[in-house]
């Protein structure tokens, strides 16, 4: 059986990372939390499948710009993603103009100011601070809760996960 595209690109990420237990771990757990905000702020198909796409690609420089420059600080990242993101949408299947849908969310999943420009942007970037607050293990505070995430689902999430009373 030929796996779906999306699968195909998860199953290219997670080989390409060779095992790197945390960005693998990291991968999918973005990956899954993005596909459940999607769903839960009701994105259309096409958008659904551009938020997951970014959520499994949105670190994918981490292993190139460490080999190449040893260090992986956002402005090396920006540099190789254009590349990386074309050729793993392209080897996974994706029509040609998807890169030019998904990139945008790779490059900016950092910028929070930009959140509120894209929803779909805003749901990468919801999920990738909730994975990160639970791989460090640290509460959310309510500041956070109110300042920055606004999807119902997210917000949902990110009190179940902040230990304290507070509202989005």
Avoid: W
């Avoid at 992986?72 to 994706?94: D, H, I, K, T, W």
């Avoid at 959140?115 to 639970?134: F, S, T």
Wanted: glycine letters at 6%.
């Amino acid at each position: 059986m030929e796996l779906e595209r999306e699968n195909r690109l998860l199953l290219a990420a997670l080989l390409y990372e060779q095992g790197h237990p945390r960005r693998t771990q990291h991968i999918l757990k973005v990956y899954a939390l993005a596909k459940l905000i999607g769903e839960g702020e009701a994105l259309m198909p096409e958008e659904l499948e551009m938020v997951a796409a970014a959520a499994i690609l949105h670190d994918i420089p981490i292993r190139r710009c460490k080999e190449r420059y040893g260090d992986a600080c956002q402005e090396n990242q920006r540099m190789e993603a254009p590349e990386m993101v074309e050729s793993f949408l392209r080897e996974a299947g994706y029509p040609a103009g998807v890169s030019q849908k998904v990139l945008p969310l790779v490059l900016l999943h950092h910028q929070y100011g930009e959140a509120d420009k894209d929803k779909k942007l805003r749901i990468l970037m919801e999920a990738d601070l909730l994975v990160n607050y639970l791989e460090k293990e640290e509460p959310i505070s309510p500041e956070q809760l109110q300042g920055f995430f606004q999807t119902a689902t997210g917000c949902q999430l990110a009190k179940a996960m902040s230990k304290r009373p507070g509202r989005c």
